[in-house]
């Protein structure tokens, strides 16, 4: 019987369903979007249960014209990070919308926690964090502070919390699996990296009581059985969760310490693999559990900024000045440069390396020979800027340039980024057949865990290679760097 693996890529913005053979081709693939919900400034949720629908019904589009009954299927999961909520154990619904990992709701608590060097050096040394609202400890707290009856429900045991992973696994099996992977888990500011084990010290600094966390498990492991809503006659197993960005890590096949990806996304992340020891993080980065796989669990070097393809859906979105993003490419190189024009996207603040909470987003260099060619290609080169200030920190951390960097997402379908990419790194950019590859990396996981594959060795030739982008040795990007860095300095100077 052919067996075939669906991946869920459970993202900021959307929920995709796709299949990949037992050899990880992708044979078809569906998705649906949901709706991001801003109460306020600084404030981004998302329905929780409209996403568990939105899964649903991908898969449904996914699967509407394969032979269930001739094949084998399995389900693995990858998911937007840190974006966490609360729900009720007795009734199975959230009291409150998702906090989103763009969230900075809990901003307050964190900047009171950082101002204690004993506080932040313990969280530092055993989550690999630093003290910020990105992570989901922050919401959760605020959740339970806010939310009417939820901190003495809590104290009860009658409230759960979870990142989407956990959430959507917990729906999947009816309440019979309450798990998450190593990977969501390390991103929560509430577990222990070293020990693979939430941690009570942190749990008591951010009043969260134990009794609410879920079971931890490697991402090779299995998570329990589903008919997803009856879609299938008889139950499918769950095999194979982590993290987006961790989910890149291994669909990029980032095996060896050295080895980094750059995912480009709604925000981005730049990770690097640094073998099986939790080293200390350089300045400006953070170390989280790279994935748990074959009774090992390998750790990264990590910084996530916060918009890049975010950047360019607020161009398309709110300001309007074109289509799609898909569009850009062409009227941004109708111009030789940038015309002096910075876009420093600081929507939630400013991520790795910066980490400055209290700035807004800004745009520099306007004048009257201003064009939309000239913002277009300015928003695109933000994405690029902000790749080279956390990689330059990564190469400085691993001893030296990396010798290639491995990209995923949406935005590498844009040659004049990752050609601008490569120039500024100066080193080799590298875009896979899969343009999915967190989708690619759980179902690796998911192979894994259900022993279609026993070695790293027997998936890496798995990965294809469709286009490297060479530096040029073109000096405009450079150029262009230090202006971003000027601009980026009168922003965090302004906020210190």
């Known amino acids: 019987m052919e067996y075939n693996i669906i991946a869920i890529d459970q993202s900021t913005s959307s929920t995709k369903a796709l299949l990949f053979d037992s050899q990880c081709h992708l044979i078809g693939s569906s998705h649906v979007d949901h709706r991001q919900y801003y109460p306020q400034t600084g404030w981004v949720e998302h329905d929780a249960e409209e996403i568990y629908h939105n899964m649903v019904e991908a898969i449904r589009l996914l699967l509407k014209d394969e032979p269930l009954e001739s094949r084998r299927y399995s389900l693995a999961l990858t998911n937007q990070r840190e974006t966490v909520l609360v729900w009720d154990r007795r009734t199975g619904r959230p009291i409150h919308r998702a906090v989103v990992w763009q969230d900075t709701r809990g901003a307050e608590l964190c900047q ?27 919401g959760v707290a605020w959740l339970l502070d806010h939310v009417e009856g939820a901190r ?31 990977t969501n888990a390390s991103r929560t ?23 609410m966390l879920a079971e931890v498990r490697a991402c090779d492991a299995l998570y329990g059985e589903t008919t997803v809503e009856g879609l299938f006659a008889q139950p499918i197993q769950i095999a194979g969760v982590l993290g987006d960005s961790h989910g890149a890590l291994v669909g990029q096949m980032c095996f060896s310490a050295g080895s980094g990806k750059v995912t480009y996304g709604t925000g981005s992340s730049v990770m690097v693999n640094i073998g099986t020891k939790a080293l200390p993080a350089p300045e400006g980065l953070v170390t989280s559990v790279g994935f748990t796989a074959l009774g090992k669990t390998y750790y990264g070097y990590e910084g996530n900024i916060y918009s890049t393809g975010a950047t360019l859906k607020w161009i398309c979105d709110q300001l309007r000045l074109i289509g799609s993003p898909g569009e850009m490419e062409a009227e941004a190189t109708s111009v030789s440069d940038n015309g002096g024009v910075y876009i420093v996207p600081a929507f939630s603040g400013l991520g790795a390396p910066w980490w400055k909470m209290d700035v807004k987003g800004a745009v520099f260099g306007l004048t009257f020979a201003t064009t939309r060619a000239h913002f277009l290609r300015a928003g695109l080169e933000s994405i690029a800027y902000q790749v080279k200030d956390l990689v330059d920190v990564m190469a400085r951390a691993t001893g030296g340039q990396l010798q290639e960097i491995c990209a995923d997402g949406g935005p590498t379908k844009n040659r004049f980024l ?12 590298v875009c896979t057949e899969v343009e999915d590859a967190s989708a690619m990396g759980a179902a690796l996981m998911n192979g894994m865990a259900l022993g279609l594959w026993h070695t790293f060795e027997e998936v890496t030739p798995l990965r294809k290679v469709v286009r490297t982008f060479t530096p040029s040795g073109d000096e405009l990007p450079h150029r262009g760097h230090a202006g971003w860095l000027k601009a980026v300095g009168q922003l965090v100077n302004k906020g210190s």
């Open 152 to 182: 003495e429900a809590a104290e009860s045991g009658h409230l759960l919390m979870g990142t989407i992973d956990t959430w959507l696994i917990w729906k999947l099996t009816g309440g019979k699996t309450f798990a998450t992977d190593t």
């Open 112 to 138: 009171a926690l950082r101002r204690d060097d004993a506080i932040r050096n313990l969280v530092m040394e055993r989550s690999g964090l630093l003290i910020d609202p990105n992570f989901s400890a922050s």
């Open 418 to 429: 990752m050609q601008w990419q490569a120039n500024l790194l100066g080193t080799p950019v």
């Open 189 to 211: 500011m509430l577990f222990n990296i070293h020990t693979l084990t939430w941690d009570d010290d942190l749990l008591q600094l951010f009043r969260i009581p134990r009794s």
